[in-house]
């Protein structure tokens, strides 16, 4: 879930959502430079902080067993997280484009970040959309390394 989905299922801002994520007061993980939560962990959570009388005072009649999930599920759970990692790829190499004041850069610092297959994809859509442009230049040593560099 993200954080807009996790503040209108508990009926909170999403201002307050980022705070007690970076607060870790709320279960949450960061995929790249997006906060992600699991439902099941939110849920376990809430009942583990609510207030009046202790859940464990009641004996549940039966154990808790973690639903086994379907490769759907799955496979749709793993295309969410690339997507995430695409966006927050796309969103800090765009943003390295306009804060920094240089004309090219070296793909590999994304690549370490993200990782090749990530950055190759987010670089692709960024030069159909004619935003960047990717090229070769001389580092050090004279080897060849893949550059990109703001469209004007």
């Not at 999403?14 to 994520?21: D, F, K, N, S």
């Not at 699991?38 to 067993?65: A, F, H, K, Q």
Request: proline share 4%; with cysteine.
């Amino acid at each position: 879930m993200g954080p807009a989905e996790v503040a209108k299922y508990l009926g909170v801002t999403e201002r307050t959502i980022y705070q007690w994520a970076q607060q870790k007061k709320i279960p949450a993980f960061k995929v790249g430079s997006v906060w992600r939560f699991r439902r099941s962990e939110v849920d376990r959570w809430l009942e583990s902080s609510r207030s009046g009388p202790s859940s464990s005072e009641v004996e549940p009649l039966t154990p808790y067993i973690e639903p086994s999930r379907s490769k759907w599920r799955l496979r749709k759970d793993e295309e969410e997280a690339d997507k995430a990692m695409q966006e927050a790829c796309r969103a800090y190499i765009l943003t390295t484009l306009q804060a920094v004041d240089r004309e090219v850069f070296v793909i590999e610092q994304f690549e370490d970040r993200f990782g090749s297959d990530v950055v190759e994809e987010v670089i692709t859509q960024l030069r159909k959309e004619k935003q960047v442009t990717e090229s070769e230049h001389e580092g050090l040593n004279g080897e060849k390394v893949k550059v990109i560099s703001k469209r004007s």
